[in-house]
């Protein structure tokens, strides 16, 4: 079975910090783009971050930069998002993305909560 899981998610008080994770199972993710997709209630899904197939470069929505880092190990076909100095603004549903861009795959996980409350 071919799929993408999402864990980590969780309640934590503005300023903290969470880490994410996607993990691939039914299929090598070492030739897929990895993204990081958010939506918050009532607003559009949302581009976080995205990092190249072999982890050479990544690019951040404005909002996160200097606070987010993503990254993959693709020896243990997982990639990672770091969320530092969390704020409440970043409360959503956290989506991972692997896309193999040359033969149009694509896959999505189901989703991860993060809540940023006092």
């Known amino acids: 079975q071919v799929q993408l899981v999402e864990s980590g998610g969780g309640l934590v008080q503005p300023g903290g910090s969470l880490r994410l994770s996607c993990a691939a199972s039914?299929?090598?993710?070492?030739?897929?783009?990895v993204s990081w997709y958010r939506q918050a209630p009532g607003k559009e899904r949302e581009l976080v971050a995205v990092?190249?197939?072999?982890?050479?470069?990544?690019t951040y929505v404005d909002s996160v930069k200097g606070r987010f880092t993503i990254s993959r190990d693709n020896a243990e076909n997982t990639v990672y998002l770091q969320m530092t100095s969390l704020k409440p603004e970043d409360t959503a549903v956290y989506y991972c993305?692997?896309?193999?861009?040359?033969?149009?795959?694509?896959?999505w996980g189901q989703g991860t909560q993060v809540t940023v409350s006092s």
């Open positions: 993305n692997a896309k193999y861009y040359l033969v149009s795959k694509e896959y």
């Open positions: 990092i190249t197939s072999d982890g050479g470069s990544s």
């Open positions: 039914g299929f090598t993710l070492r030739r897929y783009a």
